[in-house]
C-alpha cells in the first residue's frame, strides 16, 4: 500500500501532506497527556511491531502492494493520537531509510495508513467493544485496512501521472486489501483480545474529551 514516487500529481501530493500534517499536529497535541513514562516504550514497542509486520509486501495488479497495516491495532492499544504518532514514525522511518514509499507520496501515505487506518479502527473499537472485544477488533483490523487500501486507490486513481484511472485502482486496492484485511482483522483481535484478558491496564481508555 505505500504509494512510491512518480504515482501521484504533485497537487494531490501536496494536498495530503497538508492534511496529514494538520492531524499530527493536532495528534502531537493531545497525545503530550497520553505518553507518560509508563506509556512512551509501549509506543516504541507497537511501532517496531508494525515496523516488521509491513516489511512483508507482495506487488498486486493496477495498485501499489498489499501487506499488513496494523494501524486498527496501533489505535486500539494507544489510542487514536499515540497511534497515529507511532504509524508516521514507522511510515517515515520507511521512506527515508528503506525507499518504501516515496518521499513525495509521504503524506498520502501517512493519512492512508497512520490516519485513515488507525481512526477508523479505533471507532470502530468503541462502538462495538461492550458487545465483544474479540469481534470489534477483528472488524477494527479489516475495516482500517480496506478503507486505507480505497483511499490509496482513490489517490493514484485521481492522478493523471498513474496508468490507471479509478475505475481500477479503487475496486483493485479494496478487493485485495479487503481480502487481506480477513487476515489482519484475526490478528487484530488475537493480540486485543490477549492483552484484554492478560494486561488490560495498558488498553487505551475511552476518551474524555
Known amino acids: 500500500m505505500h504509494i512510491p514516487d512518480g504515482f501521484l500529481d504533485l497537487d494531490i501530493a501536496f494536498a495530503f501532506y497538508i492534511l496529514s500534517g494538520?492531524?499530527?499536529a493536532i495528534s502531537i497535541i493531545k497525545a503530550k497527556n497520553d505518553l507518560s513514562d509508563r506509556k512512551a516504550p509501549l509506543v516504541g514497542m507497537i511501532a517496531a511491531s508494525i515496523f516488521a509486520a509491513q516489511m512483508l509486501n507482495w506487488p498486486i495488479p493496477g495498485g501499489t502492494s498489499a501487506h499488513f497495516v496494523g494501524g486498527a491495532l496501533a489505535g486500539i492499544i494507544l489510542g487514536p493520537f499515540a497511534g497515529c504518532i507511532a504509524m508516521a514514525s514507522v511510515l517515515v522511518i520507511q521512506a527515508l531509510v528503506f525507499a518504501?514509499?516515496?518521499?513525495t507520496a509521504l503524506g498520502a501515505n501517512i493519512w492512508n495508513m497512520g490516519i485513515v487506518?488507525?481512526?477508523v479502527g479505533y471507532y470502530a473499537f468503541k462502538l462495538?467493544?461492550?458487545r465483544s472485544?474479540?469481534?470489534?477488533?477483528?472488524i477494527a483490523?479489516?475495516?482500517g485496512i480496506t478503507l486505507a487500501a480505497i483511499f490509496a486507490g482513490i489517490e493514484i486513481g485521481l492522478?493523471?501521472?498513474?496508468?490507471y484511472s479509478i475505475a481500477v485502482t479503487v475496486p483493485v486496492m479494496g478487493i485485495w486489501h479487503g481480502l487481506l484485511g480477513i487476515v489482519e482483522g484475526f490478528v487484530t483481535a488475537g493480540v486485543v483480545s490477549y492483552?484484554?484478558?492478560?494486561?488490560p491496564d495498558i488498553l487505551e481508555k475511552p476518551a474524555t474529551g
Open 22 to 24: 494538520i492531524v499530527l
Open 100 to 103: 518504501d514509499g516515496g518521499i
Open 117 to 119: 487506518s488507525v481512526f
Open 128 to 130: 462495538l467493544e461492550r
Open 133 to 138: 472485544v474479540f469481534v470489534a477488533s477483528a
Open 141 to 143: 483490523g479489516w475495516l
Open 159 to 163: 492522478s493523471s501521472s498513474f496508468d
Open 195 to 199: 492483552i484484554a484478558t492478560s494486561r
